[in-house]
């Protein structure tokens, strides 16, 4: 396909090609929202349209967590910037060195933005920007570093699920003993309604996916690398459950292969989306202390799993805790404990007010529908029967309502909250 051009992004003055008026197509309800919101899925190129292609080329152009970009995006639009690079000039303020300039000047000519969005696009994903219905305020707080997009594979909606949503992370080279424990955590955090994130490597970020998924939870794989390449390559079956019965997101476009520094860069996404972080095992020079102190200087919780004193794995957890920068913790009722009660910037309170019902897209609201007034609840499988929908976007949906405050899991099974609120209301009152 052909490199891309400034012209290509519709700004005053010049017209866009016949051939670039496709919109994309989002591929699930949640992304139709989004589509409405954001103004793309329809026959026209809505004016959102330009500042997602100029992101989508500035996220191949710059690496993650460029804070020269950060700031020169904070003051203008992606489109002018896209444009400035092209005419070779910048803004005053903009922070450019003039080598810099030119750099970015020499990428932009071959890169085609449409073929990026084409590409996730046809593996059923999309690409988000600040300004979505779908984007996750909270990754605001990284300020200039903030993701300038995020690419998505999955059906959820990544907003309200990471509204619930606590990292389990560790060392690649865990013990047996750090496996378990991350596996029970993943376990015992999607029974109680949180959902999972972490980085999809091997060891303990595994442990914790798997432990998510063998109870039927929800978790997202936050990667280095492009969310259609399969790294590690022994992970590539469990990156696909993920997708499937989660999410895979980030902030590098598709094909685009890990290094060292990625690796670190996407750390401080782990640590920015999420409301708390457990470090389960790790050395002192591990990378996830480095999802730690990110999670720590953004005011999250930070939390440690306390291990043997003659592992090597366990002394950075251990030297955390002794610091005061993170609080022991040994199983998931009290991470909910710690986390449940902040972050209100984060998400609503579960004991405030419930939304109302007609707020809900079409496919939320048969979910909800579903969903039994008895105590007992009922289990995904059977929720599925009753609203004909696929059991992984049931449970994708079931994870939304419970980050709302409609429904709460009890073990295997999904119930309505009977909590009432300052109005009155109760979930069943929602039918």
């Not at 444009?83 to 303020?93: K, L, Q, T």
């Not at 696009?121 to 990284?142: H, T, V």
């Not at 930070?302 to 920068?325: D, F, K, N, Y």
């Amino acid at each position: 396909m052909p490199g891309f051009r400034p012209a290509d992004l519709h700004l005053p003055g010049r017209e866009p090609r016949p051939d670039q008026l496709r919109p994309p197509q989002p591929a699930t309800a949640t992304a139709t929202a989004t589509a409405t919101a954001t103004g793309t899925g329809t026959s026209d190129p809505p004016p959102a349209e330009p500042e997602r292609w100029a992101r989508a080329a500035l996220s191949r152009l710059t690496e993650p967590g460029d804070a020269v970009m950060g700031r020169w995006l904070s003051h203008t639009d992606a489109a002018t910037v896209v444009r400035c690079i092209s005419d070779g000039s910048a803004p005053g303020g903009a922070g450019l060195e003039p080598g810099r300039l030119a750099a970015y000047r020499a990428r932009l000519a071959g890169i085609d933005p449409q073929a990026d969005l084409e590409r996730v696009r046809s593996r059923g994903g999309r690409f988000i920007i600040p300004g979505d219905i779908e984007w996750p305020s909270q990754l605001d707080d990284l300020g200039p570093g903030r993701p300038i997009g995020l690419w998505l594979l999955g059906t959820g909606s990544l907003r309200l699920l990471a509204l619930r949503s606590v990292s389990v992370v560790g060392a690649r080279a865990c013990t047996a003993y750090g496996a378990h424990v991350a596996g029970e955590l993943g376990a015992q955090l999607a029974e109680r309604g949180w959902v999972v994130v972490s980085g999809a490597a091997y060891g303990i970020d595994a442990a914790a996916h798997r432990g998510a998924l063998a109870v039927g939870g929800l978790t997202i794989g936050v990667l280095a690398c492009g969310v259609d390449v399969s790294y590690p390559q022994g992970h590539a079956e469990l990156i696909r459950r993920i997708s499937e019965q989660g999410l895979l997101l980030s902030e590098l476009p598709p094909g685009e292969h890990p290094n060292r520094f990625r690796f670190v860069l996407r750390n401080r996404v782990i640590a920015a989306l999420t409301r708390g972080t457990v470090v389960v095992e790790a050395a002192t020079r591990s990378g996830a202390l480095s999802t730690a102190r990110r999670a720590h200087d953004l005011n999250r919780q930070v939390m440690g799993v306390a291990g043997p004193v003659t592992s090597e794995l366990s002394a950075g957890v251990h030297a955390l805790i002794r610091s005061g920068a993170a609080t022991l913790v040994t199983d998931a009722a009290e991470i909910g404990d710690l986390i449940g009660a902040i972050g209100d910037d984060l998400a609503p309170r579960r004991a405030g007010p419930v939304l109302p019902r007609d707020l809900l897209e079409p496919a939320v609201a048969r979910v909800l529908e579903a969903v039994p007034a008895k105590a007992e609840g009922a289990p995904v499988e059977r929720l599925a029967r009753q609203s004909g929908l696929p059991p992984d976007e049931v449970l994708q949906r079931l994870y939304e309502l419970g980050s709302l405050g409609f429904v709460e899991r009890s073990g295997a099974h999904w119930r309505l909250v009977r909590r009432a609120d300052p109005r009155g209301l109760r979930g069943e009152d929602l039918r």
